[in-house]
């Protein structure tokens, strides 16, 4: 058995990331799951959304069928999300389900994902959690028919976790969840150890693909009738530094990705530090290019940012906003907060109020802080009591909705262009998003299903707005 060793991820070296093509699933493997149902629950962010993507294929391959929900199911995998720790709690609460179910019928229960990559967590299911039949963790997911078969033969836990990010797999099978919009990994794993994070250890050093592999993948894409594509890493501006001599970077990608015509692209998500005069050109002069920037801010405060490890000052993210500000129009700006980091003052914590304020947001993911095994922070003392973290996130949930409703109201009467990728929760209504990523209900005939159209926004709400179709 191969764990992971939090500590050890900080020294490893770049060692050449080999590229494996033409992945094929064994055809004695093909069988496994005849007559059987999986369920495959996602936890996190889209880097996990996209796993599972590859995960469901390869259990269709080897015979599995999909079921309904895990009282339906013959296997339920969850794919875990490790930073925060509710994203736990909520497994370990999920893993006692299952556990129940299993006591009455046969289930195969697995784990993978970024909580399988914590030592702490695979030791807890060796001891505490015999019931779970398997684990294995993001750099392995091609093995898991070799996993599962072993599973099936050996009738014991099977634990495989490859403590070192491995090689970058081309061609796993895939499952796309949307018919209209698809994510595209441009790059796994993240250099930045921000010292909060727990995702360079649990997704391992960053690793691009070649661009020739994601351009490939984009055009077929379009050749199926994708719409929109989103390109996907932790730190999508730093794309091409970790391959050596390699004279490509994000906005040159970017540039040839929209060469190939998708009518819409996005990306996410983008740290402050790596942002270039270069890329904000390209999205500035490509229209399929979007103009929707997720840039996590993470504090206001110099003072922590500097504790976090963010390698940018309060004044150059200002900076860098009002220049995205002037060269794009209406472009639309997202970020992500921490509040309650160690050691985080009133004083900072206003830096915070003040920074959202100068920014506008149109919209933010805000989070109370979360110690996790193994980062620096962790060795900090978590001094700020629960009460104080959530009073501030409070106020900060207050001032961000403050700015969504204000840019929402700016789009009131307005014509907008919507992809409806969905149908909505209400009868007769199409839902999807505008090209700065707002979501729209509007009443529409399901043959504009996966249609990009134009939208007359009727009202607008917090977090939605509602529009009808405008011919
Ligand atoms: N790669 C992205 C985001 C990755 S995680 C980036 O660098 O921006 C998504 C968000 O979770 C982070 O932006 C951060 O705001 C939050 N986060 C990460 N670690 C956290 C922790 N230990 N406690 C609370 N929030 C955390
Ligand atoms: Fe985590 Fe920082 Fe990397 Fe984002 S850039 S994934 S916050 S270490
Ligand atoms: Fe969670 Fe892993 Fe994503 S820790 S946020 S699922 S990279």
Not at 72 to 88: F, G, K, P, Q
Not at 119 to 130: C, F, L, N, P, T
Not at 151 to 164: G, L
Not at 463 to 470: A, F, H, K, V
Request: neutral net charge; proline residues 3%; hydrophobic residues 35%.
């Amino acid at each position: 058995m191969k764990t992971p060793n939090l500590v050890d991820a900080r020294k490893r070296t770049c060692s050449k990331v080999d590229i494996i093509r033409n992945f094929k699933i064994d055809e004695s493997l093909k069988n496994i799951g005849k007559n059987k149902k999986y369920v495959v629950k996602t936890y996190g962010c889209q880097m996990n959304e996209r796993d599972s993507e590859n995960i469901c294929a390869i259990l269709e391959e080897m015979g599995f069928t999909k079921g309904l929900d895990i009282e339906d199911a013959d296997l339920v995998l969850l794919n875990t999300c490790a930073i925060r720790e509710n994203a736990h709690n909520k497994v370990f609460g999920m893993l006692g389900r299952l556990k129940h179910i299993k006591e009455s019928r046969p289930l195969l229960i697995g784990l993978c994902g970024c909580m399988a990559q914590e030592e702490v967590v695979v030791s807890e299911i060796m001891s505490r959690h015999k019931y779970v039949d398997f684990v294995f963790g993001t750099h392995n997911i091609h093995e898991l028919p070799n996993i599962l078969k072993r599973v099936i033969d050996n009738n014991k836990q099977e634990i495989e976790v490859w403590s070192k990010e491995g090689d970058i797999v081309e061609d796993i099978p895939i499952k796309r969840e949307s018919k209209f919009k698809a994510w595209v990994n441009i790059m796994y794993g993240c250099d930045k150890f921000c010292t909060y994070c727990i995702v360079p250890y649990t997704r391992g050093k960053q690793r691009s693909r070649l661009k020739e592999d994601i351009i490939k993948e984009v055009e077929e894409l379009v050749k199926e009738g994708y719409k929109e594509v989103t390109l996907l890493g932790q730190n999508v501006n730093a794309y091409g530094k970790d391959i050596e001599g390699y004279n490509y970077n994000m906005a040159n990608l970017l540039s040839d990705v929209a060469k190939t015509g998708i009518e819409r692209i996005k990306f996410v998500t983008s740290h402050p530090w790596d942002f270039t005069d270069d890329m904000i050109s390209v999205i500035r002069d490509n229209p399929n290019v979007l103009p929707y920037i997720h840039l996590p801010v993470q504090s206001g405060s110099n003072r922590i940012l500097k504790l976090m490890g963010r390698k940018y000052t309060r004044e150059s993210y200002l900076e860098l906003v009002h220049k995205l500000k002037m060269n794009i129009p209406n472009i639309c700006l997202t970020t992500d907060i921490i509040v309650g980091f160690p050691n985080e003052t009133d004083e900072d914590f206003n830096d915070t109020l003040s920074i959202v304020k100068e920014c506008e947001y149109d919209s933010a993911y805000t989070f109370i802080y979360s110690p996790r095994v193994g980062t620096p922070a962790s060795k900090m003392e978590d001094n700020i009591s629960l009460e104080i973290k959530e009073k501030r996130l409070q106020e900060l949930n207050d001032l961000v909705n403050y700015y969504s409703r204000k840019s929402n109201e700016k789009l009131e009467n307005k014509v907008v262009s919507v992809l409806l990728d969905s149908k909505s929760e209400k009868e007769g209504m199409l839902s999807g998003y505008t090209t700065t990523n707002k979501l729209v209900n509007v009443k529409a005939d399901i043959s504009l299903l996966g249609k990009i159209v134009n939208v007359k926004i009727t009202s607008v709400k917090t977090w939605s707005l509602d529009g009808e179709i405008y011919e």
